[in-house]
C-alpha cells in the first residue's frame, strides 16, 4: 500500500510541515504502508533529513509559478511509483483545490492538513489540529459532503519522544531556574538574536539557558557565537527535543506546531506570532491562557521581551497557572494510543469514500 506525502520545506517556509508529516508517515509505516515524499529543493529543505528517518523522497527541482506546474511536475514524479497510490497526503498552503482535482485521479484517496481555512479542497480527510474560536466549524463550506474533518489540538501530529515526556510530567512550582529559546528550523524573522540579547539585560540570573537552532537557519554561526560570549548551552538539530523541553521551566519560541510541543509538555511560554498563518491560534492560545504572546514579530523589540521575561520571573503563581491550562488544552490528544487521522485512513483502506 502506497501512500505519497507532498509537502515542502525551506528558510522561508520553515520546517513544521515536514515535521508533522514525518509523525504520521512514521505511524503509517507501521501499520505496514510504503512511504513516499515528494518535496522541491528549495533552500534550508529538508530532503536529506526525511531520507535519514528511512523515507524515500522524490526531488522535484523546476521553479514553479502556479498551481498547475506544481501538479504537472507532482504527477511526473507520481509516474515513478509503480503500484497504485493509495493515498496523497498534502501538506502545502500553496495548495487547493485546483491542484487537487488535477492530481486526485492519479490515486485512490487524499488527505490535506491545514491550519488556515481560507481555501476549497477536494479531499476525502482533512486534518487541523488548531484550537481558535470557530475551529468545528470553519472548514465546513470549504471541503466535500464526504470529507471526513479531524479538528482541534486533541489531534495534534505529536511525536513520540513527546508522548514518552509527557506522562512524565510533573506539576510545576513557578520558579525559572532553566530558560529555552527555540523559534523553529529556520527562524526567519532572527527572533532568536532578539531573544538572546533580551535574556542578557533581564534583572535576574538565571542558572542555565539552553538555544536550540535548527539546520535550516542561515543565522547558524553568529547564535553560537552570541552563545559562546553569553555562557549559554547552544544546541543544533538535535534528537532529544522533547526532553531538552520537560526540563526546562520556561521557554520562548514561535506560534506553530512549537507552539503546540510546549503546551503539550506543560512548559509556559512567551510566543511571538512570526507568520501570519500563526496569529489565529497564538491569540486563542492566549486567551485561553496557556500561553503569552508577546505580539507581532515586526513590533516586538529586545525590551519588549526584557519586559517579558521579567515578568514573567516575577509571577510564579502565573507561571503555574499557565503550565495547568497548557496541559489541559491538549489533554485529549489521542497520540499515546493511535492517531485518529490513521485510524480514520485504515477505516477507509479499500478505495471507500
Known amino acids: 500500500m502506497n501512500t505519497v506525502f507532498r509537502v515542502d520545506a525551506s528558510t522561508l517556509i520553515g520546517t513544521g510541515h515536514v515535521m508533522r508529516c514525518l509523525v504520521l508517515a512514521e ?77 486526485r485521479n492519479r490515486v485512490s484517496k487524499l488527505m490535506v492538513i491545514d491550519d488556515l481555512a481560507n481555501r476549497c479542497h477536494q479531499c476525502d480527510i482533512l486534518l487541523d489540529h488548531n484550537f481558535i474560536s470557530n475551529y468545528q466549524t470553519r472548514y465546513d463550506l ?30 510545576r512550582d513557578g520558579h525559572v531556574r532553566r530558560l529555552l529559546i527555540f523559534f523553529g528550523g529556520s527562524d526567519p524573522t532572527e527572533e532568536t538574536e532578539k531573544a538572546l540579547k533580551a535574556v542578557n539585560k533581564i534583572d535576574f540570573d538565571l542558572h542555565h539557558v539552553d538555544v536550540v537552532v535548527g539546520t535550516s537557519n542561515p543565522k547558524q554561526d553568529v547564535i553560537y557565537m552570541m552563545c559562546e560570549q553569553q555562557g549559554y548551552q547552544y544546541h543544533s538539530q538535535i534528537t532529544h527535543f522533547a526532553r531538552l523541553l520537560s526540563k526546562v521551566n520556561l521557554a520562548i519560541g514561535a506560534g506553530g506546531i512549537s507552539m503546540w510541543e510546549r503546551c503539550y509538555l506543560g512548559v509556559p511560554s512567551i510566543t511571538a506570532i512570526v507568520a ?21 514579530h515586526e513590533d516586538v523589540k529586545v525590551n519588549d521581551y526584557v519586559a517579558k521575561i521579567n515578568n514573567a520571573l516575577r509571577s510564579p503563581q502565573k507561571l503555574i497557572n499557565m503550565s495547568q491550562r497548557a496541559l489541559a488544552i491538549t489533554n485529549r490528544c489521542t497520540n499515546n494510543q493511535q492517531h485518529s487521522a490513521v485510524n480514520t485512513i485504515l477505516q477507509m483502506k479499500g478505495g471507500e469514500k
Open 27 to 103: 505511524q503509517l509505516r507501521e501499520e505496514g504502508y510504503l512511504v513516499v515524499f515528494i518535496s522541491r529543493e528549495l533552500e534550508g529543505n529538508l530532503n536529506s533529513y526525511i531520507e535519514l528517518q528511512g523515507f524515500r523522497v522524490i526531488r522535484l527541482y523546476k521553479q514553479i509559478h502556479s498551481e498547475q506546474e506544481d501538479a504537472d511536475e507532482t504527477l511526473q514524479g507520481l509516474q515513478v511509483i509503480s503500484n497504485q497510490i493509495e493515498w496523497l497526503i498534502v501538506d502545502h498552503y500553496h495548495i487547493s483545490e485546483k491542484w487537487e482535482s488535477i492530481v
Open 142 to 171: 470549504l471541503v466535500p459532503p464526504h470529507c471526513k474533518k479531524i479538528l482541534g489540538p486533541k489531534h495534534l501530529l505529536i511525536r513520540k519522544e513527546f508522548i514518552h515526556e509527557r506522562m512524565q510530567v510533573k506539576p
Open 276 to 296: 501570519k498563518n500563526q496569529q489565529q491560534s497564538v491569540c486563542a492560545a492566549h486567551q485561553y491562557g496557556a500561553v503569552w504572546k508577546i505580539g507581532w
